[in-house]
């Protein structure tokens, strides 16, 4: 039996990761949050990781708040950066595997070619500096971890991009959706199934454990405009006008990367995972909501 602990499991990947939980009859799950795990005290983590033993852990927690990081940044570089520090310290100790999440806010989102994971870090904004920090000081405290960068995540769980756009369209009779920042949409279920495939691919011989930086989304590109035409079409809004905006005609306190398609050759070939197109994912997951 392997057992994997997932920290962050309230949130959009860890709820995803629950729903799977019935697939993998030969897994034993220890779903955490903080009530259970407080992944920010060192002793703390030792002692649960001593206790249980997993062989994986999984961490989605994260401050993900981009805009609020900007005045809490002793919190976003808590859970962000200092967490995953420790828990690096950690499963090195007790000889887990580590795999982390982090983001595509760790660039700075002027290049017009999808990131590879050479490609320099550079990120703008508290979130995407304490993130970056994380991958860091996790790859110092224990170099054979996993980390997945991921970009635009939604689901049904949670407060998203995807939910916020349903509700606005049957609200509003018009909404302003910025056209001039592109990027890919990544179902969290995908990216859920995708690490559990990992997983027992590696469990099963028919792969090795292989460390390092990884990127994940779902394939294809689109705006925030074209995400949200999308989502009104498939789910037969009509009565909202969905207009294409600048992002200068929608200031926000952090400004957003203009371009975050991320390159997912490297996890799709060392691991021989599929990615469906963003699209259909979307369909998948607008059946549920």
Known sequence: M??????GA???LGNELRTLENSYPNCKFIFTDYDELDITNSDTVDSFLAKEKPQYLINCAAYTAVDKAETEQDKAYLLNAEAPRILAIATKKTDCKYIHI??????????HT???EETPIKPMSVYGTSKAMGETQLMVENKDSIIIRTSWLYSSFGNNFVKSMIKFGNERPE???????????????DLAESIMQIISKIE??????TNGIYHFSNEGVCSWYDFTKTIHELKGITSCNVKPIE??????????PHYSVL??????TTFEIAIPYWKDSLEDCLKLL
């Open 2 to 7: 392997t057992k994997i602990l997932v920290t």
């Open 10 to 12: 309230n949130g959009q």
């Open 102 to 111: 982090s983001t595509d806010y760790v660039f700075d989102g002027t290049a």
């Open 114 to 116: 999808p990131y590879t």
């Open 175 to 189: 909404l302003g959706i910025v056209f001039d920042q592109i990027g890919s949409p990544t179902y969290a279920r």
């Open 204 to 209: 099963s011989g028919t792969k090795t454990w």
């Open 247 to 256: 992002s200068k005609d929608y200031p926000t306190p952090v400004r957003r």
């Open 263 to 268: 390159n997912k050759k490297k996890i799709k």
